[in-house]
């Protein structure tokens, strides 16, 4: 298998490389990034006024099987996916059963080879059932396929059992993802704790539910000198932590959604169940720390949070719905639009957190660069083409997205994962 990609603009940040190149790949991995390849006899894309990136990374997806299947399969996530211009997920453990065991990683990992059009790897839980009580085999699972471990939804409120598993995952050398959250304090909330939620007289979830645990798990990664990955940072509080955790050299890094950075409290005066999700989006001041943290590069990647779930679950009134938001069609051209046309960041600093800082993270050896030896695992940009979000168009089993007709600038235009384009779906070169 052989293909050629003539004339993009190659964003690379691993080398720093911006300029008009070709690539040529063959089984699966790149063979060469020149400024001409000529006589390569094999099919061509030509990727004229495209930009061509490392394939970008999601380090936070519910696929939502086994045991969910109505909202999302293996099958079903890795189509939106590629349509939402990634080449690798990585699948939350809550599922049903729990992945914390041997058999559901490595169901998950099968299943995906036999199943899905992009890489789909498996993080799995720190507690047995997500109970924050006991510590699953973290070493079995590691062995298994799994790639972090994390009780996202939940996570861990007992600070011994987080301990417990920063030791151990200093020890194997994993990392650990958390879902920050003092429980005691968010319990009962539906909403960002404010103005807003008073207006509307819903129960709220404050800040300091967040920073509380965002500073636990600095001192507790401080103190076993093991890696620990902020999920879905929200707040100003916990952004000054990671930031000051960085300065001090400790082993934390951050993630944030789109859906924190292009939305605030005030977006729910509508009710909109579909704007219903954990962590809430917060105040437009947490906004903007937010917009500053990616800038300086105190949060490292960019992560959608999709979280699919059906109509029934969420239209039944906005205090009743689960949370959650199906976002992997809409979050690349949602970042593009907000952040990149309007020179927010660059768009270097775009592809470094969604592709080459999630490989680091994750320690993803081959995905994150374009360069000779690399895998043939591409996202393919334009930058000038408006769309309309239409939720009926999503490939996702769910529709819950709250960005239903909005316009945006910049789509991702092809997916290639191993040197096969997956997206668009059907697609067939022409030699």
Known sequence: MRLLIKNGRVIDPA??????????????????????????????IDASRLVVAPGFIDMHTHVREPGHEKKEDISSASRAAAK???????????????????????????????????????????????????????????????????????????SRIMK????????????VIDHCEDSSLSQGGVMN??????????PGMPAAAEDIMVSRDIILAGAAGARVHIAHLSTRGAVDLVREAKRRKIQVTAEVTPHHLVLSESALEKRDPNLKVN???????????????????VVDAFATDHAPHSPEQKEVGFAQALFGIDGLETAVSLLLDRL??????PLMRLVEMFSTRPAQILGLRGKGRISSGADADLTILNLHQEVTVDVRSLVSKSRNNPFDGWKLKGVPQMTIRGGRVVYPFNYSTQT
Do not use: W
């Open 193 to 202: 704790e404010g103005p807003t939620s008073f207006l509307l007289g819903l």
């Open 340 to 345: 990149v046309s309007r020179q927010v960041i």
């Open 279 to 297: 962590p809430p989006v917060r105040s437009a001041e947490d906004v903007r720390a937010l917009h500053e943290a990616i800038k300086e590069g």
């Open 15 to 44: 080398s720093g490389t911006d300029e008009t190149l070709d690539i040529l790949i063959a089984d699966g991995k790149i063979v060469s990034v020149e400024a001409r390849i000529e006589g390569a006899d094999a099919p061509t």
């Open 164 to 175: 417990q598993a920063l030791d151990q995952a200093k020890r194997l050398n994993a990392l």
């Open 84 to 158: 939402g211009g990634f080449t690798t997920i990585c699948a939350m453990p809550n599922t049903n059963p729990v992945n914390d065991s041997r058999r559901v990683t490595e169901y998950i990992i099968a299943e995906s080879r036999k199943r899905a059009i992009i890489n789909i790897l498996p993080i799995a839980a720190i507690t047995k059932g997500l109970d924050g009580e006991e510590l699953t085999d973290m070493a079995d699972l590691a062995a298994a396929g799994a790639v972090a471990f994390s009780d996202d939804g939940r996570g861990v409120q007992n």
